[in-house]
T-cell receptor, first 115, second 113 residues
Framework: EAQVTQNPRYLITVTGKKLTVTCSQN?????MSWYRQDPGLGLRQIYY???????DKGDVPEGYKVSRKEKRNFPLILESPSPNQTSLYFC??????????????FGPGTRLTVT | AQSVAQPEDQVNVAEGNPLTVKCTYS??????LFWYVQYPNRGLQFLLK??????LVKGSYGFEAEFNKSQTSFHLKKPSALVSDSALYFC???????????FGKGTRLHILP
């Protein structure tokens, strides 16, 4: 089954404790992206990656890091989480070959609470 | 700044009536346009997209969207609403020659039985 998986699905942590949210896709997609969803703000893009070892900032990259060492994986790293990073996070992937249309497949989401 | 606007936080429609969820955008060049739907406690699902060609695009679950270049709009429509259409709808745009994706804030659609 084609899918994007994220782990963990729920996470409660404390300020300053480094964490990683994993994302994996099994569709051989080139493009992967992280978003955060906040009430009243919709989805905002954090980082995206066009392919292995190619990453770029979205609209809200501050406080986040990513890496793309393998095509299927795109982990999101919060080195020193703060309460304002409490949010619902989504990973997404798409084929770069789809006429450039970047129709995305989304993971189920990770609800992060930073206290 | 490039942006996407969904002017209505919530839209209420009676079952069986036509529905419209509005989206306007402000980006340079000719963008790629998308609609996604989010059901409670789920990720987003792709509904439809506009790349080029016919201004009326048909998608999943009977939805369609009309691209209007002069008004920079991409409104989502359905001729006859179902209660099961109740969800959160997002408009998104990929600006021309850009790899970023910009989402609107979302519109919650309530279909009343």
């Amino acid at each position: 089954e084609a899918q994007v998986t994220q782990n963990p699905r729920y996470l409660i942590t404390v300020t300053g404790k480094k964490l990683t949210v994993t994302c994996s896709q099994n569709m051989n997609h080139e493009y992967m992206s992280w978003y955060r969803q906040d009430p009243g703000l919709g989805l905002r893009q954090i980082y995206y990656s066009m392919n292995v070892e190619v990453t770029d900032k979205g609209d809200v990259p501050e406080g986040y890091k990513v890496s793309r060492k393998e095509k299927r994986n795109f982990p999101l790293i919060l080195e020193s989480p703060s309460p304002n990073q409490t949010s619902l996070y989504f990973c997404a992937s798409s084929s770069r070959l789809a006429g450039g249309s970047y129709e995305q497949y989304f993971g189920p989401g990770t609800r992060l609470t930073v206290t | 700044a490039q942006s996407v606007a969904q002017p209505e936080d919530q839209v209420n429609v009676a079952e069986g009536n036509p529905l419209t969820v509005k989206c306007t955008y402000s980006v340079s060049g000719n963008p790629y346009l998308f609609w996604y739907v989010q059901y409670p406690n789920r990720g987003l699902q792709f509904l439809l997209k506009y790349i080029t060609g016919d201004n009326l695009v048909k998608g999943s679950y009977g939805f369609e969207a009309e691209f209007n270049k002069s008004q920079t709009s991409f409104h989502l429509k359905k001729p006859s609403a179902l209660v099961s259409d109740s969800a959160l709808y997002f408009c998104a745009v990929r600006p021309y020659r850009d790899d970023k994706i910009i989402f609107g804030k979302g519109t919650r659609l309530h279909i009343l039985p």
